[in-house]
């Protein structure tokens, strides 16, 4: 199937062409309109569904604009401001006409006529939502969506000074694959005591969010927020227990692997001990890699680079980009990590990094190229409602991306040893990434588990639980205050809770998808694009199903995959 990425942001038939949100006061007469209106026949239904559909896609691209102008510029009121309003605001008001939306298409006798393929997802997650819906609910979740952005606000202030000059977090890890290891312990340290002078302020947002999500769990009817979540995040098909056999499966089979990598580190560099700073590190007289120097480069060269996939991918970050849709430099203000924002109106979404001229980011704009692409082959899909697809298959997109991209990497390094490098490292990080997913997982787990607890009680159980996915070769010795703040760093926890094992999930779906890439490339691809198609119209093992992957992360699967990963980079 051809697949194009000229896309057009989607004409309006039920509201105004050029209505855009001021206040609840204009907005209001479409819902009461909507729920008002009679439906007679199946074609009336579909007709509602559409027009539904269309003022929920005009509400969200609203929504999402007001957040990435925020998340762009931190240090401006006026975009925190109005994302506050929305929230405090807008938000509120509409949440309780989408839940008599559910409701009526529930109750009408036409739902049960609409297509069960397409629609049995879609009707799956409309029960979930109704069964959550608690009207004493809206109040905290209003004041959650302000509170978890506070993260961005104090993380996207944090500088150091290195050398006289001032870096963003992001930049200053640049130092950290300087051959001078004095200089990397010295940003390493620098870096790490930033981080500390903010851990009282952020303890208390946490334990605030906590006690909100707790909440917000127990209106809804649930012992905590863990199993609330995990229905809001529509994990229909697995369960805490599989999770659990996830981060036992990483202990036995891929911890093993990351001490015997860090192992030939250690050696490589020619230490007696490996200490953290040393871990990006190369040895004396190998120039770190540098595959662009300024943001317009990197966005260039993944157009090259996506192109020679497959044309159409290099065709969607080519319109990204005539439309504006790419912020990708670090810089001082802007908030930390990187996100692919789709927009429901326009099709094209916006992808969000923080570059600082480092290998992991191209693996990072590959990573949310891949995102983009999905965004570009579900956006054609007739509700806003199938376009959301859950994050165990998005994450798929993204990170086998990555490894896709890898056989055209030359796009960022002409030298053949740079190159391989390149590759190395990504393989790399595909294993040691799952001990930190494992870690950040269960540490979610106990944290909605003991909703009452300290933040002392909170430290002990994080260094417990950090300690069992720690590898035996780093020295962290007199590094202990650093390691118990470690979780702080991870912007999930406060934004997204609960939203990591898919990483995880994801990864062994990548992987999945790169042995299939690796014996046919064009057919992999082919279902690739295919599950991505789809969006969120089929059920999690469907949708692997049609990108030719089983469901399963078990330590069965694990274990050959990590094999084939090996393999791979035994042969560069």
Not at 12 to 35: G, H, K, M, N, Q
Not at 354 to 370: I, L, R
Request: hydrophobic residues 40%; proline residues 4%; contains cysteine.
């Amino acid at each position: 199937m051809n697949y194009t990425a000229a896309i057009q942001k989607a004409e309006r038939s039920f509201l105004p062409a050029r209505f855009v949100i001021t206040d609840w006061a204009s907005l209001e007469p479409y819902y009461t309109a909507l729920a008002d209106r009679p439906i007679g026949s199946l074609a009336e239904l579909e007709q509602w569904l559409a027009d539904c559909s269309e003022l929920e896609a005009m509400v969200s691209e609203d929504m999402c604009w007001r957040q990435i102008r925020m998340t762009c510029d931190t240090e401006n009121k006026a975009l925190e401001e109005a994302f506050n309003y929305f929230c405090t605001e807008i938000q509120p008001k509409i949440q309780p006409y989408n839940d008599q939306q559910n409701r009526k298409l529930m109750a009408s006798a036409y739902t049960a006529q609409l297509d069960p393929v397409q629609y049995a997802a879609f009707l799956r997650n409309i029960r979930k939502n109704i069964e959550l819906f608690r009207e004493e609910n809206i109040p905290l979740q209003s004041e959650l969506a302000v509170q978890q952005q506070q993260y961005g606000m104090i993380t996207g202030k944090m500088t150091v000074t290195v050398n006289g000059g001032e870096y963003t977090l992001q930049q200053a890890s640049r130092f950290l694959q300087s051959n001078d290891r004095n200089l990397r312990e010295e940003v390493y340290r620098k870096v790490q005591e930033r981080r500390l002078a903010d851990k009282a302020v952020l303890d208390e947002l946490y334990s605030s969010l906590i006690a909100r999500r707790h909440q917000e769990a127990r209106q809804a009817g649930f012992d905590n927020f863990r199993d609330y979540r995990f229905k809001e995040l529509g994990r229909f098909d697995y369960t805490k227990e599989a999770c659990f056999q996830f981060h036992e499966a990483v202990k036995q089979h891929i911890l093993p692997l990351v001490n015997r990598l860090l192992e030939q580190k250690k050696k490589k560099l020619g230490l007696a001990v490996l200490r953290p700073w040393d871990l990006d590190a190369e040895p004396e007289g190998i120039t770190p890699l540098r595959p662009f120097q300024q943001g317009d480069e990197l966005i260039e060269k993944t157009i090259a680079c996506f192109d020679r996939i497959r044309p159409f991918f290099g065709d969607c970050l080519r319109k990204m980009r005539e439309m504006q849709h790419l912020d990708v430099e670090s810089r001082k203000g802007k908030s930390p990590g990187g996100y692919n924002c789709p927009l429901a109106e326009s099709g094209a979404p916006f992808i969000f990094m923080n570059a600082a001229g480092q290998m992991q980011d191209v693996t990072t704009m590959v990573h949310e190229g891949g995102h983009a692409v999905h965004s570009f082959l579900a956006h054609p899909l007739r509700l806003t409602g199938f376009k959301e697809y859950t994050m165990e298959i998005a994450e798929v997109a993204s990170m086998a991306m990555e490894l896709f991209s890898m056989d055209y990497w030359d796009t960022f390094f002409s030298n053949g040893e740079e190159l391989r490098r390149a590759k190395e490292q990504q393989l790399e990080r595909v294993i040691t990434i799952f001990p930190w997913i494992a870690t950040i997982d269960k540490f979610q787990h106990w944290i909605y588990e003991h909703p009452l607890h300290t933040p002392e009680e909170r430290t002990a159980a994080w260094v417990s639980i950090l300690n069992e996915f720690t590898d035996s070769v780093v020295d962290y010795s007199g590094l202990e205050a650093y390691r118990q703040n470690g979780w702080q760093r991870q912007l999930h926890l406060f934004e997204v809770p609960f939203y990591y094992i898919e990483y995880g999930i994801a990864q062994l779906g990548a992987i999945g998808m790169w042995m299939q890439y690796k014996q046919d490339k064009e057919q992999a691809l082919d279902h690739y694009c295919q599950a991505l198609a789809l969006g969120g119209t089929r059920a999690l093992p469907e949708l692997y199903g049609a990108a030719g992957l089983p469901f399963d992360f078990s330590p069965d699967r694990i274990a050959v995959l990590m094999a084939f990963v090996q393999d791979e980079m035994q042969q560069l």
